[in-house]
């Protein structure tokens, strides 16, 4: 028998403290705005450092959730023990070839965090050596970051001397960069607060990073001699503009250093030339509201990857470097209305597309000498495919990885020349995987407008489908993000248990096209909401589940979806899980000290300057929309040290759910107060968290 969650325990009670906010011509009034630290920007990079009211009351919810959920711990200890027999510990990733050597991430036995190595290549007969190299013990360097440790990159030199690799010790995603021999140990460079990005310049000297503003927006990229103790770093580029950030990296073929300015909706881009790392650098086209492009190179040209002209789907185009501005620019390949173009890579003779069409993804490959195209796709119902990064641009070996709910990851080698495919790795599931014993489907629901919504469903092939089971709902719907049909072993004990897993991919995603995603966003934010409902209306139409049955989960933007969907229908749902959820959309978007508030106006609407965008915020947002109501189970998580989603937000959204509970169900508000937005990162910690949502999941079904 499931155990069930302890209801008869006393909730905390939050203080009340009103605050009046005027804004506009509008007036709004505020509870629990006080859980905001005023020094929240220093919790970022030291918890010890928030307020004491504060950090009583947080752990006073974590301790009532500790006791309401008590009783779940051994399911709680089971279901992990069942995904942690799903992974294969010793596992790792295939080497990936750069010319002299092959580099990968392996895990042994109970690793967390694994060691990264390098496998030495044949040059005459391009065999990889079954020699490995140790060249970062990332399980042995966790041990000096106790409370939390995440790599945010591993980079090595282009002459295969030197490994750069970035940390983040703390969860507020402030990453410190070091830098070793191969053969040695590693030493800090004095940069601590990086974005954890990190590029090096063909010199094998140079280093290129992002450093954060005392906002944590990643603002500026820096420059500097890595072995030159006494080099002060040079700035490279400056972004003044709040509501863009910036990034780094390189072009397909390695001989430019590319800097990405960006938001939601629009980007601009500067390239250095890798062999003349502090050459001024060139912009390719001015940033203009609303155009996003990327660059791929080839020889002396560029292919552009852009929405440029109303290519909505996006087309194409080619043009010189020494003439990169867009009115240069010659279509190369057409926009087609409904095929998105995802991605772009160039090789030194393939050009590669990442695309998809009727909400499933499919790679084409053309032949840049006789423009002969090919194309790679799947015949399972619903699938996800990736490209993945390699370290080679003069190779016809193209790399990409396959997956569908029931088949387990298949990474894959393909010759672009022979079109021959071979298969490099299985992801093993030691415990036993038959993909018999479950079902998927892609259906489509409805929505109220007529628009049909994609739905993936996973089930245990025992399901019978007489609306009886319950059933876990999962959205996302912003950014443009679809979630993947992939496959996921950890939502298996929920299958295993007769609870269907759904996917509604709705807008605001990109499952259908960029439109999809227009439809989605701004004044139309109201049909992300509208359609994850009406999935779950159309699901027990069809006798997938019934209502009352159904799991509501998301996490960040998709937590907000979770906020809407109860607010608007909470009889549809048995409970809900909120990850990290960003749901005081509101006060946030009228905060432009926030790291994320400036880039993500496009996305959301300004409501410090416009009335509508303002009275369309108020008109979703979950914290402003709670009301009096019989709310089921709600389980709410979030991370101390988050600058995505902050803390407070998910301890005020409870508070205020709490204060207008009519009904006995519990709110639960559990607060991890040495991490950030990704949780523990950890291989198993990271399982942890999954599997007490699971238990939750289980215990309300």
């Known amino acids: 028998m499931i155990k069930k969650l302890r209801t008869n325990i006393t909730p905390p009670v939050t203080k009340k403290v009103l605050k009046t906010i005027k804004q506009l011509d509008k007036t709004r009034y505020d509870n629990y705005s006080w859980l905001k630290d005023d020094n929240w920007q220093s919790v970022m990079t030291d918890s010890s450092k928030l307020n004491p009211e504060i950090n009583e009351h947080l752990n006073k919810e974590n301790l009532y959730t500790k006791q309401v959920l008590e009783d779940l711990e ?89 490994l750069a690799y970035s940390v983040d010790g703390s969860g507020a995603e402030n990453y410190e960069i070091f830098i070793k021999p191969m053969h040695g140990q590693a030493h800090t ?153 995802l991605g772009l890579r160039t090789f030194s003779n393939y050009l590669v597309r990442l695309v998809r069409e009727n909400a499933l993804p499919k790679i084409i490959i053309r032949n840049l000498i006789d423009n002969s195209e090919k194309v790679i796709s799947f015949d ?64 489509y629901i409805k929505a109220r407008d007529g628009s049909d919504i994609p739905v993936t469903l996973l089930y245990h092939s025992r399901f019978i489908q007489d609306g009886k089971s319950p059933l876990l709902l999962y959205g996302y719907g912003s950014y443009g993000i679809t979630i993947p049909a992939s496959f996921r072993t950890s939502i298996l004990p929920l299958v295993d248990r007769g609870i269907t897993y759904a996917i509604a991919h709705i807008r605001g995603g990109m499952a259908k096209g960029y439109k999809w995603y227009l439809d989605g966003k701004l004044q139309k934010k109201e049909n992300t909401f509208n359609d994850y409902i009406d999935v779950g209306v159309g699901l027990c139409e069809k006798k997938y589940t019934s209502p009352g049955k159904i799991c509501a989960y998301g996490g960040s933007a998709g937590g907000l979806l979770v906020g809407a969907a109860i607010n608007q229908a909470p009889k549809l749902f048995a409970g809900a899980v909120a990850a990290v959820p960003f749901v005081d959309v509101l006060n946030t978007m009228s905060d432009s000290q926030l790291p994320l508030t400036p880039p993500e106006w496009p996305e959301w609407g300004n409501p410090l300057i416009n009335s509508h965008d303002y009275d369309c915020i108020a008109a979703y947002s979950p914290y402003e929309n709670v009301n009096e109501n019989d709310y089921p189970p709600i389980l709410i998580t979030g991370g101390l040290t988050d600058p995505r989603v902050t803390y407070w937000e998910p301890a005020k959204w409870a508070a205020i759910l709490r204060e207008n509970q009519k009904g006995n169900s519990p709110i639960l508000l559990k607060i991890n107060m040495e991490s950030g937005h990704q949780g523990q990162p950890g291989r198993y910690d990271s399982l942890k968290e999954v599997s007490l949502e699971y238990a939750f999941i289980i215990s309300i079904s």
């Not at 065999?127 to 409370?147: H, R, T």
């Not at 155009?291 to 002209?309: A, F, G, R």
């Not at 790399?399 to 298949?410: A, E, I, L, V, W």
Request: aromatic letters at 10%; glycine letters at 4%; hydrophobic letters at 25%.
């Open 74 to 162: 051994p399911l709680r200890e089971k279901i992990f023990q069942e995904m942690k027999g799903r992974l294969e510990p010793n596992t790792s990733t295939v080497p990936s070839p750069d010319y002299n050597y092959a580099y990968n991430h392996k895990y042994k036995d109970n690793d967390e965090h694994g060691i990264y190595q390098r496998f030495p290549i044949d040059q005459t007969t391009r065999e990889i050596s079954e020699d490995p190299q140790v060249i970062l013990d990332a399980e042995e360097l966790s041990k000096l970051y106790p409370s939390y440790f995440d790599i945010g990159d591993v980079a090595h030199s282009k002459n295969h001397e030197w």
């Open 189 to 341: 460079t004095k940069i601590i607060k990086s974005n954890g990005e990190i590029q090096w310049a063909k010199d094998n000297n140079i280093l290129f990073w992002v450093e954060r503003d005392v906002n944590q927006r990643p603002c500026a990229v820096y420059a500097k001699n890595i072995h030159d103790q006494l080099d002060e770093p040079k700035l490279i580029y400056l972004e003044k503009d709040p509501s863009f950030f910036v990034s780094v990296g390189e072009t397909d073929s390695g001989n430019y250093i590319e800097i990405n300015i960006h938001n939601h909706t629009t980007n601009e881009v500067w390239i250095i030339p890798s062999d003349k790392p502090y050459d001024r650098p060139m912009c390719i086209n001015k940033r203009t509201s609303g155009h996003e492009y990327s660059i791929h190179d080839h020889n002396e040209d560029l292919y552009i990857l852009t929405n440029y002209n109303n290519s909505t789907d996006f087309a194409v185009m080619h043009t010189s470097i020494n003439k990169p501005g867009c009115k240069h620019w010659n279509l190369v390949i057409p926009h087609h209305p409904g095929t998105l173009i």
């Open 380 to 443: 399972e119902e619903a699938y996800s495919i990736s490209l993945m990064t390699g370290h080679e641009y003069k190779t016809r070996s193209l790399r990409f990885s396959y997956s569908s709910p029931t088949t387990p990851k298949q990474i894959y080698d393909y010759d672009m020349h022979t079109h021959k495919r071979v298969l490099l790795q299985t992801q093993n599931v030691p415990s036993g995987h038959s993909a018999t014993d479950y079902k998927c489907e892609r259906i």
